[in-house]
């Protein structure tokens, strides 16, 4: 059900920082038919049980290759990477550090954004998302 980790799929953006806060989310593993005299029979959907968590994620800045970018700069980035790759696997990252093919449930579409100023005006941005295991 998961597809190979290759070089080649794209990976999730180092600069957008993860949360280490996460939620794994259920997932209906099984189809429930309500037969006319009351019976119910259930039939497994998946061969193997996908896996969902709602994430969040932070844009603080980030210097790359002696390049320093503000987090509005890594929000232009970032929006970028997830218009092209949101919808598709990609390398992410799991609780245990292994990388795991994910996608963003909705696509770029799936993610919100939420700018934070500190007092001194800098801007940070939040974004929050589910994934789901491909």
């Not at 998961?2 to 600069?15: D, G, M, Q, V």
């Not at 259920?26 to 996908?50: K, M, N, S, W």
């Not at 954004?113 to 974004?127: C, K, Q, T």
Request: proline share 8%; glycine share 8%; aromatic share 8%.
């Amino acid at each position: 059900m998961s597809a190979p980790l290759s070089p080649t799929r794209p990976a999730w953006p180092a600069y957008a920082r993860i949360d280490p806060g996460r939620q794994i989310l259920p997932v209906t593993v099984v189809e429930r038919t309500g037969f006319d005299d009351g019976a119910i029979r259930q039939v497994r959907r998946f061969t193997a049980t996908p896996a969902r968590r709602r994430i969040r994620a932070w844009l603080l800045g980030s210097r790359e290759a002696g390049i320093t970018r503000s987090p509005d700069e890594d929000l232009i980035r970032f929006r970028a990477w997830a218009g092209a790759n949101a919808h598709r696997p990609f390398r992410f990252p799991d609780e245990t550090g292994a990388r795991v093919m994910m996608r963003v449930v909705g696509g770029d579409g799936g993610i919100s954004y939420r700018a934070h100023v500190a007092p001194a005006g800098r801007r940070s941005w939040e974004l929050e998302m589910e994934l789901e295991t491909t």
